[in-house]
């Protein structure tokens, strides 16, 4: 038995983490994860501030998927103080959300590609990515760190030009998707590193709860939070997406599938926001309570608890993201890796954001304390 | 190679090249929406220096610098640290700074404005003298019967009314003192769930609770050893230990109620030649800083009492109260006040010898009223046994 340690600083991880392979001969049977290289306490930091501050703070939480983050921590004080937003704001935030999408379900293959040493087909993705962020650049007027949300509404509005110039661009990229996909699809070299590589049982998902395109991939259907959200009941286009592999090719699968119906969703909801008028903000009084909101991020499912009082001071928060449950998961998806090169395309491949997951957190396993993350 | 036209050839080539140098300026120009420049201080001279912006930066890159040219305190904007987000062209109440066009387009709308601190008007302590009212820039604080009250989400938190308050009944709640509270809550928190919080009396009275500032942050009821309803603003069961004290970021709960002046040089001053009489300083006041001078029947101001909040100045109809330094008022006043408590002890004698001069002769009264009583009777059966005789009284009895 030996183990082969991986990280804190390697080619392949975007942020700093440590996992230790057990090996048996070349095959990995084991892992162990050890984290705390990016810990900021950004839950401690927010307590005690206004809701304003904590808002442009709620951004920096995550570096790709930042409107989300944004997105749910303003919900859910709206939630509390029960405020309901006007229609134009609520179309202009999906259609933010789904755009931010896209660009990160484009930014993992794109990696994954490039930990298979498969450069060219990553380098296609990219370069198609770079209209999306065209897109949002567009609309918000920034390409990460939005700061497009605010209390009650949206901070700007968009015009008729605008739209036609979505139409245009998003008819551009669903031409270039299908070439991609195509290519995704039917490369030899993607076939051979990915097919019955690090698959992830139905009731493995069980013991870790993984969530997300994790969980969709390996037969889960409804892991999906959009499915109870009230926004997107009245959505016509949208279904959830799911494959029964459960293995790497799978997981990408599932993410090219979402971006198309991601697409379909936009186009939807530029309809529905022709049809309607009005203000894009509206006055609110912030009241205190507790409360809690979920909404399904591009990695999965993203939880804000918190306590705020009158005047909208915040008293405690709590953030749960989905790569904590993920994580757990991939120890169950090394079992079927053959190298040790496939145990790191398949950590690649759960999409990990590690600057989101380090939080103060406690696993419990049969009454003792297992895991200090 | 070596003709002159070639050499000439060069040098045009050269000096247009030095032409065409110039930088193409619409490749330098950002687009439209491109959020990620700083705002700009477009009109210096609409500043009120109120601040606003400097509160409702989250990122702390504005800071107030006195400026030669305009004499005012104006707005510098640190590059580096500001992150375009566009609340201080919200939050300027006059519309000085500028970014790109989120100033025309968000003009006349109304929305919840952007700040950290939070002003409210303590409605125990207030004493309705309104200079909070004239001294606010934007006109959003409004009267009612009990108190005055800001509007929290049209409030710029410029701190006016807190500084010309005369008696300290505007509280900032601000993010400092918050947290530290919540810190101090948390540890308290962990010492009750381990079972080792201290619980004797450290206080004498039951607290109460000041439904004006009271913001139901909870940190009271939580930490409570007996048993506290924030819905109705009550201690239901006390145990005098004082941790809700330690905890309040507000200041809401507490023992008791101090009213004291900020400017304690200064006191207000009736003229006895102008006065008329009216009373209707003695009514206003709430302090009960006013009194009324038994011997010429004219209101005097106690200064220990005043609050210098000037209500009865500004409610005088012949402008009779004048501001003037607490010693020039005392000499005058003074006298009044010897001379009141002189009147007061003989009033009190006098009542007093009435009252023990009612005493007595109520009891002489009864006294002799009986004895007049029973003597009466005696007599009038004396005289009915003359006249009905011997036989006819013993019939009678019979």
Request: overall charge positive.
């Amino acid at each position: 038995m030996t183990t082969v340690p991986i990280g804190p600083i390697h080619p392949i991880f975007k942020e700093p983490l440590r996992i230790k392979l057990v090996l048996d001969g070349e095959r990995p049977i084991d892992a162990e994860i050890e984290m705390g290289y990016v810990h900021r306490g950004i839950e401690k930091i927010m307590e005690g501030k206004h809701v304003h501050k904590g808002l442009y703070l709620a951004e920096r939480v995550c570096g790709i998927c930042s409107y989300v983050q944004s997105f749910t921590f303003i919900e859910c004080v709206e939630k509390i103080s029960k405020i309901e937003i006007p229609e134009k704001a609520k179309y202009l935030r999906i259609l933010t959300c789904e755009l931010e999408r896209i660009h990160s379900h484009l930014l993992i293959i794109a990696m994954y590609c490039l930990s298979i040493e498969h450069e060219t087909l990553g380098m296609w993705i990219l370069n198609s990515r770079e209209r999306i962020m065209d897109l949002l650049e567009m609309i918000t007027g920034n390409r990460i760190n939005t700061g497009y949300n605010i209390l009650g509404g949206v901070r700007k509005d968009i015009d008729k030009e605008m739209i036609t110039k979505i139409y245009n661009v998003l008819d551009k990229f669903e031409d270039e998707i299908k070439t991609i996909r195509e290519a995704f699809e039917t490369a030899p070299l993607v076939k051979l590193r990915s097919r019955d590589i690090g698959i992830l049982k139905y009731f493995d998902i069980m013991k870790t709860r993984a969530v997300g395109p994790v969980a969709r991939a390996s037969g889960l259907e409804n892991s999906d939070v959009r499915l109870r959200y009230k926004y997107y009941k009245e959505l016509k286009t949208y279904k959830p997406v799911s494959r029964k592999e459960g293995d790497n090719f799978a997981r990408n699968i599932v993410r090219f599938d979402e971006i198309e119906i991601c697409i379909k969703m936009i186009r939807e909801v530029l309809e529905l926001y022709q049809e309607v008028g009005g203000p894009i903000r509206e006055k609110c009084e912030i009241k205190g309570g507790e409360g809690e909101n979920r909404f399904e991020a591009h990695r999965g499912e993203l939880t804000y608890k918190m306590e705020l009082t009158n005047h909208g001071f915040i008293k405690r928060i709590m953030i749960r993201t989905p790569t904590t449950m993920n994580l757990a998961a991939y120890r169950y998806m090394l079992k079927t890796c053959p190298t040790v090169a496939d145990a790191v395309a398949t950590y690649v491949s759960i999409d990990p954001c590690i600057s989101c997951t380090e939080k103060t957190l406690y696993i419990v396993e049969d009454g003792k304390i297992k895991y200090i993350w | 190679m070596a003709s002159p036209l070639w050499y000439l050839y060069i040098i045009k080539e050269k000096i247009k090249n030095i032409i065409d140098a110039k930088p193409n300026k619409s490749s330098y120009i950002p687009p439209d929406r491109y959020r990620k420049v700083p705002p700009i201080l477009k009109y210096p001279k609409k500043c009120i220096s109120c601040e606003a912006c400097k509160e409702s930066c989250p990122a702390f890159a504005i800071e107030m610098y006195y400026n030669n040219e305009y004499k005012k305190n104006l707005p510098n904007i640190d590059v580096d640290s500001c992150i375009s987000c566009a609340n201080c062209v919200e939050a300027c109440p006059t519309g000085v700074l500028e970014i790109d066009k989120h100033r025309l387009e968000t003009e006349g709308l109304f929305f919840y404005i952007p700040k950290s601190h939070t002003l409210m008007i303590d409605g125990e302590k207030c004493v309705l003298c309104g200079q909070c009212k004239e001294v606010c820039p934007i006109d959003i604080i409004i009267e009612k019967p009990d108190t005055y009250f800001i509007e929290v989400s049209k409030c710029i938190s410029c701190k006016e009314c807190y500084k010309t308050c005369p008696v300290g009944a505007i509280i900032i709640l601000d993010e400092k003192t918050h947290k530290e509270k919540i810190n101090r809550f948390f540890e308290l928190k962990l010492k009750k769930s381990f079972g080792e919080l201290d619980i004797s009396e450290k206080i004498n009275k039951i607290p109460h609770i000041s439904k004006y500032i009271c913001i139901k942050c909870g940190n009271c009821k939580e930490i409570c050893p007996g048993e506290i309803d924030l819905n109705n603003y009550k201690v239901v069961n006390c145990l005098y230990c004082g941790y809700c004290l330690e905890v309040c970021p507000t200041g809401a709960i507490r023992t008791e109620v101090k009213i004291e002046a900020k400017n304690k040089e200064e006191t207000y001053y009736i003229n006895e030649d102008q006065c008329i009489g009216c009373r209707i300083c003695y009514k206003v006041c709430k302090v009960n800083a006013i009194e009324i001078s038994k011997e010429i029947k004219i209101p005097y101001i106690i200064p220990d009492k005043c609050v210098t909040c000037g209500l009865c100045a500004k409610k005088c109809p012949v402008d009779a109260i004048t501001k003037v330094k607490k010693e020039v008022a005392e000499k005058t006043v003074k006298k009044r006040i010897i001379e009141n408590k002189i009147i007061e002890i003989i009033e009190n004698d006098i009542k007093e010898y009435t009252k023990k001069y009612g005493l007595v002769k109520d009891y002489l009264e009864n006294i002799l009223k009986n004895k007049i009583l029973e003597e009466l009777k005696k007599y009038v059966m004396e005289e009915t046994k003359k006249i009905m005789g011997e036989n006819g009284d013993k019939r009678k009895n019979n």
